[in-house]
Structure formats: C-alpha cells, structure tokens
C-alpha cells in the first residue's frame, strides 16, 4: 500500500490550454474521488466513481471537465480551455466501500493557469 | 446557510494547552462525521472519525457530537507546535451520495 498517488505535483499552463492530471488511488479501495481546492477554502467535491462507473459529478463540473476511471483503477480528471479560474489544487482522495473510516488523500496536483 | 460552518480562526492557543474547534452542520441526515488536518501546501489527513453522539478519544484528539445541535467538535490536548495546522471538519449525508462534504477550516497556532 503506497498510498494514493498524484501526478504530475505541479502544472502551469497557459490559458486556453488543456492539461490532464492522474491519480493511482490504494489498490484496494474501489471508490475514488477528485475535490477541487483553492486558499482559504476546503476540498470542494468534483465527482466521484465506484470501480469504473462514474456515479455523481458536482455542478460545479462544468463542460470542460471530464473524467474517467476506465478499468476501475487509475482515473484522469482533464481540464479543456483553462480559465485563470481554473487555478487550484487538485485533490484525489479513495475510500473502501462507502468510506465509513473516511477517504485518503492523494498529495494533490498544484494547478497555475497563467 | 453554508452545509458545513467553521470559524476560519486563527486560533492560538499556548504550548500544552487544549485547542477546541468546533463546526455546525446544517443537514439532520447527516451520519458520518470527519475531522483532517492540512498542514500549509499539503494535502487532508484524516485523523479523527465520529458517528454516534457522544465522546471518541484517540490519544491527544477527542471528538465530540451532538446530533439534537448539530454541532461536532474536535478537542487537542497537551497542544504542541506541531500541531499548527488547518483542521477540516466534513460530513456525509446518509442518501447524499457518497461525497463528503468540507467546511473552510480553522486554523490553529500553537504558540511556544
């Protein structure tokens, strides 16, 4: 168990561009989950899976947001046309089951949209 | 009305003191409550859960709920600098979905 993994750390982007960001979640969690961060503020939750089905997505997802988890393991979050907006952190978090002893964190992805 | 209320701090408190944080929920269904420490710049660590009303210890950490007020709080003994951090309260709403859902956090100092 290595916990859950974030990749890349770091992004800077130019607006308009598009930027991808992966998570390896605990190989044994079937849940997995991406949150969205800025200062001042907690985890904002985006969407979440369970295996490879993606079962609720905020309204804060706009179009330009998308995700996938195709073979139940790793997930992708893809961010199309990025807005200064866009700058946060980017969390993924994966729970056993329905999370009763809570989720863990991934170390996040910084995102810089210049 | 926000779902999950914390005062947004700082609060400081002296070397070996207790540190109290307190958060409201606004949602009776809710079920399942968390609280997680962010240091700066790094991600949520989980270190306390609580479901049922009434008292849970874990060494330093007491977490307390109160469902009838909606309030859950998280106590710190014997506070110590290391303990300076952002604590996150979050909750899940039975029949919400699976999410969890976060306050802003309050931040704590721990003062030598």
């Known amino acids: 168990d290595t916990g859950v993994s974030q990749d890349p750390r770091h992004k800077i982007t130019k607006r308009g561009q598009n930027v991808t960001f992966r998570c390896d979640p605990i190989?044994?969690?079937?849940?997995l989950y991406w949150y969205r961060q800025t200062l001042g503020q907690g985890p904002e939750f985006l969407t979440y899976?369970?295996?490879?089905?993606?079962?609720?997505k905020s309204r804060l997802l706009s179009d330009r947001f998308s995700a996938e988890r195709p073979k139940g393991s790793f997930s992708t979050l893809e961010i199309q046309r990025t807005e200064q907006g866009d700058s946060a952190m980017y969390l993924c978090?994966?729970?056993?089951?329905?999370?009763?002893?809570?989720?863990?964190f991934g170390s996040g992805t910084r995102l810089t949209v210049v | 009305q926000k779902e999950v209320e914390q005062n947004s701090g700082p609060l400081s408190v002296p070397e070996g003191a207790i540190a109290s944080l307190n958060c409201t929920y606004s949602?009776?269904?809710?079920?399942?409550f968390f609280w997680y420490r962010q240091y700066s710049g790094k991600s949520p660590e989980l270190i306390m859960s609580i479901y049922s009303n009434g008292d849970k210890e874990d060494g330093r950490f007491t977490a307390q709920l109160n469902k009838a007020s909606q309030y859950v709080s998280l106590l710190i003994r014997d506070s110590q600098p290391s303990d300076s951090a952002t604590y996150l309260c979050?909750?899940?709403?039975?029949?919400?979905?699976?999410?969890?859902?976060f306050g802003t956090g309050t931040q704590l100092k721990v003062e030598l």
């Open positions: 899976f369970q295996n490879e089905a993606q079962l609720e």
């Open positions: 978090a994966s729970s056993y089951g329905q999370g009763l002893d809570g989720y863990t």
């Open positions: 190989s044994e969690h079937n849940r």
């Open positions: 949602d009776r269904g809710s079920q399942s």
């Open positions: 979050a909750v899940k709403v039975t029949g919400g979905g699976n999410k969890l859902t």
